[in-house]
C-alpha cells in the first residue's frame, strides 16, 4: 500500500492510501476521489518526501510492538461481521460456481441471449467490460476483494 499526501482544488490537504500509483491514476480518472472536506473531486497528489525507515527506527518499532499496550482496534465488530459476511457469500460463489476465467463476458453475454444453456459463473472482466456488461443489460455483481487478497 502507498499513502499519498492529497490535496484538492480549494487547498484542503488529506491522506489517501492506495494499492499502487497506478490504482491513485485510475481513481481519479474515473473522478472516484474528492476532499473530505468540501467534496471537490479536483484531487491531486501534493509533494511529500519519502519515508525510509532507518535501523533504528525498526529496532524502536520491535520493542513497541513486544511491549504491552492498550489494544487496538482498527476495524469494529459491526465492520468485522460484515467482511465475515461477504467472505461467506465469496466462498460461496466460488464453491457453486463455475470459474470461467478471461471468457466470463463472453460466456455471460451467451448466457443472457440465451444462447447456451443458464448457470452460474464467475471470471475476470476489466472495468469496461463489466460496464458495457451492464449496459447490454447483463446482470453482473463483482466478487467482494479484501486487502489481504493480494497478498
Known amino acids: 500500500m502507498i499513502r499519498y499526501q ?3 482544488a480549494a487547498g484542503h490537504g488529506f491522506d ?27 484531487v491531486r497528489k501534493a509533494l511529500m ?12 518499532a520491535a520493542v513497541e510492538s513486544a511491549s504491552p499496550a492498550e489494544p487496538v482496534t482498527l476495524v469494529s465488530e459491526k465492520d468485522k461481521a460484515l467482511r465475515a459476511m461477504l467472505r461467506e457469500l465469496r466462498e460461496h460463489v466460488t464453491r457453486n460456481a463455475e470459474d470461467v476465467g478471461e471468457r466470463f463476458p463472453e460466456i455471460a453475454r ?10 452460474s459463473i464467475y471470471g475476470k472482466a476489466t472495468f469496461e467490460e463489466a460496464k ?16 489481504d487478497d493480494g497478498n
Open 6 to 8: 492529497l490535496t484538492c
Open 16 to 42: 489517501g492510501w492506495f494499492r499502487s500509483s497506478a490504482d491513485f491514476d485510475g481513481q481519479a480518472e474515473r473522478g472516484l476521489l474528492s476532499c473530505p472536506a468540501c467534496g471537490s473531486a479536483e
Open 49 to 60: 518526501a519519502p519515508a525510509v525507515a532507518t535501523s533504528s527506527d525498526v529496532a524502536r
Open 110 to 119: 451467451q448466457i443472457h441471449a440465451e444462447e447456451i444453456e443458464p448457470r
Open 132 to 147: 458495457a456488461l451492464a449496459e447490454e443489460g447483463v446482470a453482473v455483481h463483482p466478487l467482494p476483494r479484501f486487502p
